[in-house]
Each structure stands twice: as C-alpha cells, then as structure tokens.
C-alpha cells in the first residue's frame, strides 16, 4: 500500500519548476509595468497595490487556517500574483474598502471555495474584478489621468479612456477622424501616457515583462500571440469595411486589457487549457469575443468577460482536445 499514487489537482506536468518558482517568476515580469503605475499615477497606484496584495494574503491566510483548517500556502506567492493583477484592474483612486472587497471575492469565492490554487475554473483575479464592476461602476470607470505625484489619492482628475472615447463618439455619430485627434496616438498609448487602470497603461512595460516570460519558459507564446493576432485580424477586417466607424487593430491592441489580459491573466495556469492545440483555439475565443464586446457590446472594454467565458470551456478543451498518445497506432488510409 506505500506505493500508492496521490492525484492532485491540474495542471500536470514533470519538471523542476515549482509553484513558487513559476509565481514569483511572474512577479518578476510585472515590476516593470508597477514601475510605469507609480510614475504615471503616484501615491494611488501603491496605495491600491498594497491593498490589494496585502488584503488577498491575509484572506487566502485566514480561510486556509480557520476555515478550511488545512496547511497555509501563501507562501507560494499565488495570493501575492492574485493581488498584483486584480490592482492592475484597478483604477488608481478606488477607495481601500472596495480593493479589500475585491480581494475577498477573488480568493474567498473564486479560488478558495472551490479548494485552492489548482481547482478553481475561473482566474481569480478578474472574477474579483468584475464583482467590483458591477457592484462600484462609477468608482470602477472613473479613470484618473496620468499626473504622478502632482496630485492626491482620492482627489486625483479623472476622464475618459481612448476606448471610451471611441465608443461613445462613434454611438453619437461624431467621425473617426475627429475622435481619433481627442485620442493618444501611437507613441502615447506604447509609453503609457493616457488614462485607464495600473496595468492599461504600460504597453512597453508589459512587452517587456512578456519577453521575461518567454525567456524563463513560465508561459509559451500560443495564448497571447493567438489573442494579439485574432484581435488584429478581426479588428482590421471591420476598420477596412467601416472606416470611419472602427478604429484599426493597433489602437485596439495598445489600448484597454489586450496586452494585459494577454500575456498575464489568460496564461494562468489553472484556468487555462494544457496542450498547445487547445491553446490556440482558446486564445482565438478570447480575441474574438473581445472585439464582439467591444464593438458591439454595452461596455468598451471586453477582455476580462472574453477571458472569463472561455475559462468555462477549458474543461472541455482539456478533456477532448488532446496531444496524441505515446505509442499510438497511426492509421494510414
């Protein structure tokens, strides 16, 4: 009976890396964009930063030890990853009490009530963040603009983010061509310079944290490249039939969730599939649904309900969409 195997939760795979190791790889590749949030926003953005990491690991904390009485892990640094992608949702301003309550729903609801990091269906971070969406909307769009430390916490000045600005210009007929003069143009939106949450506006920054991604083996390229291109494909076939109602992909890739939601919240893990067939397919889910929400929908931004909906089928990917098994017998004819 000493040989018995132990089943644990997905994802299944042998090598050196652990847990820890892969989190806090991924820690590592966010300290630029946390850089670019406290230049761009100041005191907001490490006030929200903190709250958030720090609200996620006492919650994870308290219901390991008191709840669920089993081992704490929070030293894996999954709660600590949790907290910095739900404050990168975030807009820099939101009082302290909705972060928490964020936190509390992220590791309370989506990843603990369903047994910890390994069996929760949906990535934590953004159920978090569209909890907040729909119980705060004015706080939760209420963008402040990039002024660093010129300006206080909860008084900073907020306004509209270029998607926003499209999106309601376009509902009211105003042409594309005059709304894209009230917008950032290429060089601002890769450096940043424009209104939106922590993790919006650093599309440099996230590259960068990509390209460690990549270089460390912590994620492949299947899912964002997928995600990036199904935007851009999509994005442009609509901008070459409606010109002057649909801005073009590089607009839409640089600004809102796309690089974000891309490279640090679709690759999760857990809620993401396992082979890269699958990975493809779902990265193309993602992109797809966002530009439908985006261009269709109610709300100008869709990444984090495009993530959460095709986090639903990964089951079903992993279950039917499979590498072909060693050894099996190919059939000719």
């Not at 994870?60 to 999954?78: A, F, H």
């Amino acid at each position: 009976m000493s040989n018995l195997l132990n089943i644990s939760p997905s994802p299944h795979t042998h090598g050196s890396d652990t847990t820890k190791k892969l989190m806090y790889g991924v820690v590592i590749a966010l300290i630029p964009s946390l850089i670019t949030s406290i230049i761009y926003f100041g005191t907001g953005a490490i006030i929200v930063t903190s709250s958030a990491i720090i609200s996620c690991i006492l919650f994870e904390y308290l219901i390991q030890r008191y709840i669920l009485k089993k081992p704490v892990s929070i030293i894996d640094g999954s709660a600590l990853v949790t907290g910095m992608l739900l404050a990168f949702n975030l807009p820099s301003n939101i009082p302290v009490f909705m972060v928490v309550l964020g936190s509390l729903v992220a590791i309370g609801i989506a990843k603990m009530t369903f047994g910890g990091l390994g069996n929760n269906p949906f990535n934590p971070a953004l159920v978090g963040r569209v909890f907040m969406l729909i119980s705060f909307p004015v706080q939760m769009t209420s963008w402040p603009v990039p002024s660093g430390f010129k300006t206080g916490y909860l008084d900073a000045v907020t306004g509209a983010t270029p998607l926003s600005i499209i999106k309601e210009g376009i509902k009211n007929g105003e042409p594309l061509s005059e709304l894209m003069k009230k917008v950032p143009d290429t060089m601002d939106l890769l450096i940043g310079k424009m209104g939106g949450s922590m993790g919006e506006v650093a599309a440099l920054a996230l590259l960068l944290g990509f390209v460690w991604l990549l270089y460390k083996k912590i994620i492949t390229w299947h899912i964002p490249v997928s995600i990036i291109a199904t935007i851009a494909l999509f994005t442009t076939i609509h901008w070459l039939f409606n010109p002057e109602t649909s801005a073009g992909p590089v607009f839409h890739i640089l600004t809102g969730g796309v690089l974000l939601g891309a490279i640090f919240m679709a690759t999760d893990y857990v809620t993401s599939p396992m082979n890269p067939k699958a990975m493809i397919i779902y990265g193309i889910g993602i992109g797809f649904l966002t530009v439908i929400i985006r261009i269709y929908g109610a709300f100008p931004e869709g990444v984090s309900f495009a993530i959460l909906i095709m986090n639903a089928f990964v089951p079903l990917m992993n279950a039917y969409i499979k590498p072909k098994r060693f050894g099996e017998e190919v059939k000719n004819g």
